[in-house]
């Protein structure tokens, strides 16, 4: 079947930088998604992923390794505004969107 | 920008009750989304549609129908609902298939039903 796995939830510390791994197993690769989504609100893009290796945009930074099923965010500088959950998703063979449950990230000054 | 709206952002309704949710996007994009979102799970696809008046079953298409008479409106309808329906709705748009292939969002419906 196909998997997408990431932590529930993390707290890390204003001003600080946070990792957030995404492991998944899918049926083919056609690119990874990170989305944005403060509670109550809709998913907002993050960045996307197709090739090995890490995409800067700011202060956040997505990495990915498909020989290893492995991507991770990261965000550096933390504000009280980050505080929200990351969802990872994979665009499999079909060209549909598998999603992790997301990964609640928790700002505390 | 992308504007994906969802023609309510909370509703109540009762078992058995027939119900509407309707999702409008603005940026002439080929393909729409429902999803819903649940506690501890990811998003999962309910039906898609590439064009008006195709649609597509995703994961978890039972129990729920779909309507695209036109490009910009995907309705999402619970012929009979149930109380393992409620949840939060999400609606979709995306331009093609290819590339840099971003969803853009509406708010949601949260949907309760009794």
């Known amino acids: 079947g196909q998997n997408i796995d990431q932590p529930t939830e993390m707290t890390a510390t204003e001003g600080a930088i946070v990792q957030i791994n995404c492991t998944y197993q899918?049926?083919?690769?056609?690119?990874l998604f990170w989305y944005q989504q403060h509670a109550g609100e809709a998913p907002t893009f993050l960045s996307y992923?197709?090739l090995d290796g890490l995409e800067e945009k700011g202060r956040f930074s997505s990495f990915l390794s498909r020989s290893k099923g492995y991507s991770y965010l990261l965000l550096k500088e933390l504000q009280m505004k980050d505080s929200a959950s990351y969802l990872c998703?994979?665009?499999?063979?079909?060209?549909?969107?598998?999603w992790g449950a997301g990964t609640k990230l928790i700002i505390k000054p | 920008d992308v504007k994906v709206t969802q023609s309510s952002r909370y509703l109540v309704k009762r078992t058995g009750e027939k119900v509407f949710l309707e999702c409008v996007q603005d940026?002439?994009?080929?393909?729409m989304f429902w999803y819903r979102q649940d506690p501890g799970l990811g998003l999962r696809l309910i039906y898609f549609?590439?064009?008006?008046?195709?649609?597509e079953k995703g994961d978890i298409p039972e129990g729920y129908s779909v309507s695209r008479e036109k490009k910009e409106r995907f309705s999402l309808i619970l012929e009979s609902a149930s109380t393992n329906q409620t949840s939060m709705y999400l609606c979709?748009?995306?331009?093609?298939?290819?590339?840099?292939?971003?969803?853009?969002f509406g708010p949601g419906t949260r949907l309760l039903v009794l």
């Open positions: 979709a748009s995306s331009p093609g298939l290819a590339g840099v292939e971003t969803q853009y």
């Open positions: 940026m002439d994009h080929e393909n």
């Open positions: 549609s590439y064009d008006v008046k195709m649609k």
């Open positions: 899918t049926s083919g690769f056609n690119g």
């Open positions: 992923n197709v």
């Open positions: 998703a994979v665009r499999d063979s079909n060209y549909q969107l598998i």
